[in-house]
């Protein structure tokens, strides 16, 4: 839901903010998220999934997309002037 996402931005920006390393923990994001093992949706022949079933997956999901939660870290990196790479 709409609230759980928003609890779950709060709490990446509290972290952020209490370590420094918004940058380190988007890395992490980026670990923890490499299992998932029950997909959504099966990609197509092409290995693309059609883009209206990632929004739709995206409205119904209690926390916001791992890309979304990086991007704001990453945002927050670039703000306090902290040089790093994207992965």
Same mark, same amino acid.
């Given at each position: 839901?709409?609230?759980? @996402?928003?609890?779950?931005?709060?709490?990446?920006?509290?972290?952020? %903010?209490?370590?420094? +390393?918004?940058? =380190? +923990?988007?890395?992490? +994001?980026? $670990?923890?998220? &490499?299992?998932?093992?029950?997909?959504?949706?099966?990609?197509? @022949?092409?290995?693309?999934?059609?883009?209206? $079933? &990632? &929004?739709? &997956?995206? +409205?119904?999901?209690?926390?916001?997309?791992?890309?979304?939660? =990086?991007?704001?870290? #990453? =945002?927050?990196? %670039?703000?306090?002037?902290? =040089?790093?790479? #994207?992965?």
């Amino acid at each position: 839901s709409a609230a759980s @996402q928003t609890h779950e931005f709060h709490a990446d920006r509290t972290g952020a %903010e209490a370590t420094g +390393l918004p940058h =380190k +923990l988007a890395s992490a +994001l980026d $670990v923890i998220s &490499k299992d998932d093992s029950i997909p959504f949706v099966v990609p197509d @022949q092409n290995g693309s999934t059609p883009r209206i $079933v &990632k &929004k739709v &997956k995206e +409205l119904f999901s209690t926390h916001p997309s791992v890309a979304r939660r =990086k991007a704001r870290l #990453y =945002k927050m990196a %670039e703000k306090q002037g902290i =040089k790093f790479q #994207y992965a």
